[in-house]
């Protein structure tokens, strides 16, 4: 999943469940945040101590750190069932490690990381949840079961979904997995994007107690969804998202809600130094070396409670994987 569904839409899931403003917006932001939050910064504290977040994402795919590996793994492509009907291939083959769509160790991660009723890990645990429908037969680690046929394809690292490039987040694509048998080839990501949308809406409900309306929030998805796209059309892909995501602005608006994203606002906000921030998320200082130090207040700020339910759940998340981890090898390259 990217964007328009990891915020956007889950914005308008929590609103719709029952949520109010302040809530789903730590929610749909925490969600996105997941994807945003590729910078590890060193940070002063009030009382002359420094403090490190937890990256949950990294640009760099190059770096030969297992670090990284366990991000991808236990944030966007959480193994599930091997032996599932849908991860069925041509080559007959099979990983511990390959992503299956709302597997058990999903949602058993999933109800221990909302357990405290914390929004931020609820975000964080809706962003995993997301992604392994989305990710689903792709193995967030160096692998050659990633790997698809093709000139360019060869030219990128089997690693998650690379070789699929965009393929597996856009919303409306219908595509073709040739590594599958035939039927669980044709991907119909408008069905993921239904499925992931329903599994976080009545998961919020546990949280609300608020009556469903699935049967609206569905028709009003489909709606926004119905302009399916296949592979020779990708180029018309970020042209109807900017589109569709005016429609989730617009149904978001309707609950007299913020419906913009700025993915350095919570970080701007818990810092007294003023940082200009480039284009594509990168920053004019050295974020470890150059000196930031925290507000007063840095325990009550979004950024703060985020990074703090982010090594929360990793730490969770990592000990109820590492039975599966320790039969195999984190492969580093």
């Known amino acids: 999943m990217n964007i328009e569904f990891h915020y956007y839409l889950t914005k308008y899931l929590a609103l719709e469940a029952g949520f109010d403003n302040n809530e789903a917006e730590i929610i749909a932001y925490s969600s996105q945040y997941v994807d945003d939050n590729s910078t590890q910064y060193s940070i002063k504290l009030p009382d002359g101590s420094m403090y490190e977040n937890y990256m949950t994402q990294t640009k ?3 770096r030969p750190r297992k670090q990284l590996m366990r ?4 944030f966007h492509f959480m193994p599930g069932n091997p032996t599932s009907p849908k991860t069925r291939r041509r080559d007959g083959k099979m990983h511990l490690l390959n992503t299956t769509s709302s597997s058990t160790h999903a949602q058993e991660i999933f109800y221990d990381a909302t357990k405290s009723e914390n929004l931020y890990s609820l975000g964080i645990a809706s962003h995993m949840l997301a992604d392994t429908i989305s990710h689903q037969n792709f193995i967030g680690n160096f692998d050659e079961m990633n790997a698809m046929e093709g ?3 060869t030219l990128s690292p089997n690693i998650g979904h690379a070789d699929a490039g965009y393929k597996p987040d856009i919303p409306n694509l219908v595509w073709h997995d040739p590594r599958l048998i035939e039927e669980n080839a044709t991907i119909d990501n408008t069905e993921r994007v239904l499925l992931a949308a329903n599994k976080l809406y009545k998961n919020f409900l546990m949280f609300t107690a608020s009556p469903t309306n ?11 969804l119905k302009d399916k796209i296949d592979e020779r059309h990708l180029s018309s892909y970020k ?3 900017k589109i569709r995501v005016e429609k989730y602005k617009a149904l978001i608006l309707e609950h007299d809600a913020a419906a913009d994203y700025n993915p350095n606002m919570w970080f701007e906000e818990s810092v007294n130094e003023k940082i200009k921030f480039l284009d594509d998320k990168k920053v004019k200082f050295d974020p470890i070396k150059d000196k930031l130090s925290f507000k007063d207040d840095y325990k009550k700020t979004n950024w703060y409670r985020f990074q703090e339910a982010a090594k929360s759940y990793q730490k969770r998340a990592a000990d109820k994987m590492e039975p599966i981890f320790s039969q195999i090898e984190i492969k580093e390259w």
């Open 71 to 74: 991000i991808y793994l236990l």
């Open 214 to 224: 699935w049967t609206n929030v569905k028709a009003n998805i489909n709606e926004i």
């Open 60 to 62: 760099n795919i190059t």
């Open 239 to 241: 042209k109807q998202m």
């Open 151 to 153: 000139v360019w394809e």
